[in-house]
């Protein structure tokens, strides 16, 4: 097993560097060479003999302040319920994310996949408690402004403003003042660019008593909005959600893209990507109500369901199998859930969601794939500690000046505004 991950480890770019995953799922950094998933031998990675960890010649693996890693261990989350009982969101998860890479999170809806992006960012609720260590490049510390990023999962936009408006503006509020005007406008619309956004950039975003852009078009303003810093670390809660499948595949691909050309660590939470965006991921958490089903490449996930006798059937989407498989939501009508398990679990025919949520987080936890997690943690660990670089933020004063001028524009287009000062046939008038 660890020649396996020795196999696919390069170097992207100058940076010391090096990944524990490969930059894409069926070929490597140079684009060369598929690295051939269906020769991973189960028997290694099940073999317990190889629990010990890889040493790591002296300087050879380092952490770079540019870029940043993160390792979770043992990491727990519990919340306070409406009855005052404590109960436990996510329960015990090791993982890591590492400068260049994507990592899905996924699981049934309520698993606990924000909640673990929320502790990942430190931005927890203030009524749940965590335990666990989080570690970024090695160190226990917080993120420094301008590092990282969130995309939440609610849009959250100024409605009267156009795209590019809504996109120069929050550029002129994140980029340093080192960034003349135009250098941040041509930020701004080459990730308008990005995202496909280019048709809409001057249509006003919209909302509730206007119509404007569509749903997945917000969700691609609001990514757009995050990613024009190039953080170096990006989390996206359903960066996919109101997108078509053509739109989801585009709007990953240009993601990982940018992680791979700017070494951005990417965590994400997905919901049921097809097939294409399942496999342009490098690495899956999968989850079930708190608990790891899965931590590794999307590609050795279908492996690993299969060599506990859930074979996704041919032709399937992997994410859809794994979903349908551990979603105990509708598990009410034990009659059904025994039907549709007989047509999904040869080996097992009489198994149901429990049970097989059981099987799968059991044997995880004693698999080569577990060990392995546990093994990359580690070297991200002895790579040293070290601090994050500080991303320069612009001037107060700067900001100020922007915020009031977007807030002037804002007024200006608000027909609401208009209406109600009773003037909105002078509003009709200017905006002609
Ligand atoms: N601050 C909180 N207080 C109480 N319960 C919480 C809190 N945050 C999350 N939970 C509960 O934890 C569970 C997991 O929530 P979370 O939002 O992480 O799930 P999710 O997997 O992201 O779901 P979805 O895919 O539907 O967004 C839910 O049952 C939720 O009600």
Redesign the pocket.
């Known amino acids: 097993m660890a020649s396996q991950s020795t196999a696919t480890e390069s170097t992207p770019g100058a940076s010391p560097w090096r990944p524990l995953w490969p930059a894409d799922n069926t070929r490597n950094d140079a684009g060369t060479e598929p690295i051939i998933q269906s020769n991973i031998s189960l028997a290694s990675l099940f073999d317990l003999s190889s629990r010990r960890t890889t040493a790591i010649p002296n300087g050879a693996l380092q952490n770079d302040s540019s870029t940043i890693s993160v390792t979770w261990q043992d990491l727990w989350v519990s919340?306070v319920?409406n009855k005052r009982k404590r109960k436990s969101?996510i329960c015990g998860l090791n993982g890591f994310a590492q400068p260049g890479r994507v990592l899905a999170i996924m699981?049934p809806?309520?698993?606990?996949?924000?909640?673990?992006l929320d502790a990942l960012a430190g931005r927890l609720?203030s009524?749940?408690k965590q335990t666990g260590k989080i570690l970024i490049n090695g160190l226990e510390q917080k993120l420094a402004f301008g590092t990282s990023a969130y995309v939440t999962?609610d849009d959250v936009l100024i409605t009267t403003l156009t795209v590019k408006e809504a996109v120069c503006y929050s550029a002129q509020l994140q980029l340093p003042d080192t960034m003349s005007w135009s250098e941040k406008k041509e930020r701004a619309l080459d990730t308008i660019r990005e995202m496909g956004l280019e048709g809409v950039m001057d249509t006003r975003i919209g909302g509730w008593s206007s119509k404007g852009i569509s749903g997945g078009q917000k969700r691609r303003v609001s990514i757009c909005t995050e990613i024009l810093t190039r953080p170096k670390l990006l989390f996206l809660d359903?960066p996919t959600s109101g997108l078509d499948s053509a739109a989801a595949y585009h709007v990953m691909s240009r993601i990982i893209s940018l992680a791979k050309r700017e070494g951005m660590t990417v965590v994400g939470?997905i919901?049921q990507p097809s097939s294409e965006v399942f496999h342009l991921f490098h690495g899956l958490c999968l989850l079930a109500y708190g608990k790891t089903v899965f931590f590794g490449q999307p590609n050795e996930a279908i492996l690993f369901f299969a060599s506990n006798g859930f074979v996704c059937p041919h032709m399937s989407n992997p994410s859809d199998y794994f979903l349908r498989i551990i979603n105990k939501d509708f598990d009410k009508d034990e009659g059904e859930q025994h039907q549709q398990h007989k047509y999904d679990i040869e080996a097992q025919p009489t198994t149901n969601t429990t049970q097989a949520i059981e099987i799968l987080t059991t044997s995880f936890e004693l698999s080569g794939y577990s060990i392995r997690v546990s093994e990359n943690i580690e070297k991200l660990r002895f790579m040293g500690g070290v601090s994050v670089k500080k991303f320069d933020q612009p001037s107060f004063l700067n900001q100020c000046f922007v915020l009031t001028k977007r807030s002037f524009v804002n007024n200006l287009t608000c027909p609401e505004i208009w209406a109600t000062t009773g003037c909105a046939s002078l509003y009709t008038l200017l905006l002609e």
Do not use: P, R, W, Y
């Open positions: 919340a319920d969101i699981g809806s309520g698993c606990g996949k924000s909640t673990l609720a009524n749940v999962q359903e939470a919901h």
